[in-house]
């Protein structure tokens, strides 16, 4: 890759770059008049599984917004299916589990993953868009506790109740199923990487919920093991959670090239902490609804809170909200490419 194609890579490996590269978390979605139109002819999961359909969600925003990466359009769950869950995805609500796991039966029941044959459609649809795509591509993953959180709640919890009795009242068993979803995401990481995606994000969207101490008991060994598969592999890794302010030290000794960070974490702060460490973030998304001046505004805090320090990644804190206007998301974009004009 060279010239502007490579400016993602350069800021995940922490090299200097004439502005910092920008893409959005969900940049492909329901904000989108023609995402939406997309959706009236197929369900998220027959999206997922049509190759040809999945590239076309993804190279919207590219098209649209002049992103400097694409980000693979799929679910932090569908890898599930391949290890035997049965799950569904319910507009509104999110991934529904119909069986959760709840005792060591549950554990037992899930399958190892082989990617080749859980979800060639992914491995396909990333195939097909190396050879269209003019920015690099973003593989991704849930990490094993958001992953657990959801097998072990039955879908998207508020409280957690469930997963941290589990964790706490059978720590034996935990280990195992952290386990094996490291070694299943390990899989579905490295495969996606073969097929030709260029960068990797591991999602660990819920982990915030956890203590400091609970993090490094239950979850930071299982994400250490899981970064160290995927070193050999070569690519930058981001590593990303939400209210993991209190985590970010712990979460960074565990992993990943790329430490994401949430809205709430000061970046000022968070660079000093992390010393050489590439960050990604951290404007809020709810400031997309704001007036022009206002997002300039906050754009213009966060450029000058990283100071021009090498690797920065411009991103939301989190995922674009629905209902975001595409003019906004647009406008982000040519304000951050203004740092190299």
């Given at each position: 890759m060279g010239g502007v194609r490579d400016l993602i890579l350069k800021a995940a490996r922490g090299e200097p770059t004439p502005r910092p590269p920008v893409w959005f978390m969900r940049q492909a979605g329901r904000y989108q008049k023609e995402y939406q139109e997309i959706r009236r002819r197929y369900t998220l999961p027959e999206i997922v599984q049509n190759p040809e359909v999945c590239?076309?969600?993804?190279?919207?925003?590219?098209r649209q917004l002049g992103v400097d990466a694409a980000i693979l359009?799929?679910?932090?769950t569908t890898p599930l299916y391949g290890m035997g869950v049965d799950l569904s995805l319910v507009e509104g609500r999110g991934p529904v589990i119909h069986r959760p796991i709840r005792d060591e039966k549950g554990v037992e029941a899930l399958r190892p993953l082989v990617p080749e044959e859980a979800v060639p459609f992914v491995l396909e649809a990333i195939r097909l868009l190396k050879r269209e795509l003019p920015v690099p591509l973003i593989g991704f993953a849930g990490a094993p506790f958001t992953l657990a959180s959801y097998l072990i709640e039955g879908g998207p919890s508020r409280h957690f109740k469930e997963v941290k009795a589990f964790m706490y009242r059978e720590e034996a068993l935990w280990h195992r199923l952290m386990g094996q979803l490291a070694e299943a995401m390990a899989r579905y990481l490295r495969a996606q990487v073969e097929a030709g995606a260029d960068l990797l994000q591991v999602f660990d969207?819920?982990?915030?919920?956890?203590?400091p101490a609970d993090y490094r008991r239950y979850v930071k060994p299982h994400m250490a093991r899981l970064f160290q598969e995927l070193r050999p592999l070569g690519v930058p890794v981001v590593h990303f959670g939400v209210g993991t302010m209190g985590l970010l030290e712990d979460m960074k000794e565990a992993g990943?090239?790329?430490?994401?960070?949430?809205?709430?974490?000061?970046?000022?702060?968070?660079?000093?902490?992390l010393g050489r460490t590439p960050v990604q973030g951290n404007l809020d998304p709810a400031v997309?609804?704001?007036?022009?001046?206002?997002?300039?505004?906050?754009?213009?805090r966060i450029l000058e809170e990283n100071a021009g320090r090498p690797g920065h990644i411009f991103n939301l804190g989190h995922g674009i909200l629905p209902g975001t206007p595409v003019a906004s998301v647009r406008y982000v974009v040519e304000l951050v490419k203004e740092v190299a004009a």
């Open positions: 590239a076309e969600v993804t190279l919207l925003p590219v359009f799929a679910d932090i969207s819920w982990v915030g919920a956890l203590s990943g090239d790329v430490m994401g960070l949430d809205p709430h974490t000061p970046l000022p702060w968070a660079r000093d902490l997309l609804f704001a007036p022009q001046e206002v997002i300039r505004r906050e754009v213009a």
